[in-house]
Structures are given as C-alpha cells and as structure tokens.
C-alpha cells in the first residue's frame, strides 16, 4: 500500500500543476482578445478585456450595428439583447477609445472624447488606435467581428 501511495501522489502533484497551466494559459487568452470594428474601408483594431459582460457580447459577434452620435462624446448602438452584468462594477470613468456597455439602457457606447464617471457604464475594451474613424457626423455602419 505505501509502495502505491509513493507512486500515486507525484503523479497526482504533476496533474494539478497541468490542469492549473492549462487553465492560466486559457485565462490569458481570454483576457487579450482581440476585436476588429469594421468602419467602411477602416479597420479598428480593439483589446478586450475578461469579464461576464465581455464574453457575452463577443457571443454576439459577428454583428453589424449602425452607430449614432450621443452628446458629441461617443457613438452608440443597441444592441438585438441586454448583456450579462454579472460581476460588474457600479459605473467607469471612459478614456477616449473605450468600448463600453451601458446597462441601463442596453446600449452600446464607444467614447471618441472625453467624458466623467458614469453610473450603470462597464467597460469591455478598448480601441487601439484609429478613433478618429468614428469622430464623423452622423450615422455610421460598423461590422464587430473576432479577430
């Protein structure tokens, strides 16, 4: 009996410390996901970050939206469902390129300028470079899609 616990519990160790890896390196994965926002001839580059709110929205990709402008500070779409809050924090702060979901309306909100902290926003990403495609008047088609 002692002669298999010796051999059973090393083996038992090193299968921990697998599963434990394999799950960091899907957390990682998760965490750097990557979007393209599709703008006419444009393409948007945008790193999301892990959270409930996220994952469900990138459940909804690919997904074409017809943004509108809000208050010339961001542009906004609904979305076809509300998203998933779990976990998510009272309200942000957006920095410009932020793309944000705000969940008293169901909408979704990427800021092309600056704005104060809001109640009921939650974060999901951010743009990487290329804003200055969304500072336009008027409507505009964008498709989201997983890079």
Same mark, same amino acid.
């Not at 160790?13 to 001839?41: K, P, Q």
């Given at each position: 009996?002692?002669?298999?616990?010796?051999?059973?519990?090393?083996?038992?160790?090193?299968?921990? !410390?697998?599963?434990?890896?394999?799950?960091? +390196?899907?957390?990682?994965?998760?965490?750097?996901?990557?979007?393209?926002?599709?703008?006419?001839?444009?393409?948007?580059?945008?790193? +999301?970050?892990?959270? *409930?709110?996220?994952?469900?929205?990138?459940? !909804? !990709?690919?997904?074409?939206?017809?943004?509108?402008? $809000?208050?010339?500070?961001?542009?906004?779409?609904?979305?076809?469902?509300?998203?998933?809050?779990?976990?998510? *924090?009272?309200?942000?702060?957006?920095?410009?390129?932020?793309?944000? $979901?705000?969940?008293?309306?169901?909408?979704?909100?990427?800021? $092309?300028?600056?704005?104060?902290?809001?109640?009921?926003?939650?974060?999901?990403?951010?743009?990487?470079?290329?804003?200055?495609?969304?500072?336009?008047?008027?409507?505009?088609?964008?498709?989201?899609?997983?890079?």
């Amino acid at each position: 009996m002692e002669r298999k616990r010796k051999i059973f519990l090393p083996i038992f160790y090193f299968m921990v !410390l697998l599963v434990g890896s394999i799950g960091s +390196m899907v957390r990682a994965e998760e965490a750097t996901m990557n979007i393209r926002i599709i703008v006419g001839n444009t393409t948007l580059k945008a790193k +999301m970050v892990d959270s *409930p709110t996220t994952r469900d929205f990138l459940s !909804l !990709l690919p997904i074409e939206v017809t943004l509108e402008d $809000y208050a010339r500070t961001e542009k906004i779409a609904y979305l076809p469902r509300k998203l998933s809050t779990e976990g998510a *924090p009272a309200g942000i702060d957006p920095s410009i390129g932020d793309i944000t $979901y705000y969940a008293p309306w169901g909408n979704l909100a990427i800021f $092309y300028n600056d704005f104060g902290y809001s109640r009921g926003l939650i974060l999901l990403g951010r743009i990487e470079s290329g804003i200055e495609a969304l500072r336009v008047d008027g409507f505009v088609p964008v498709r989201f899609e997983r890079e």
